[in-house]
């Protein structure tokens, strides 16, 4: 996986690591537990760590019920 998410609840803070190619599946696959952070502790900070990028699919734009 290209994203990696890691919540700390204490802190009311998210990390997303992001290294090489980013996908739809990569973006799908941290925005639900994403979600679910944010509605249990409201208003967070998000922490984003590029360690490497080489672009993203196009479908990433999209809206998921389009595809």
């Known amino acids: ?22 996908t739809r599946a990569d973006c799908d696959g941290v925005l639900e537990p ?15 760590v590029i360690d490497s990028f080489d672009g993203f699919d196009p479908a990433v734009l999209v809206a998921g019920d389009t595809l």
């Not at 994203?3 to 190619?21: I, M």
């Open 34 to 48: 994403l979600q679910r952070f944010i509605d249990t502790h409201g208003r967070i900070k998000v922490i984003e």
């Open 1 to 22: 996986m290209t994203v990696r998410y890691t919540g700390d609840p204490d802190r009311k803070t998210v990390e997303l690591n992001v290294r090489g190619h980013v």
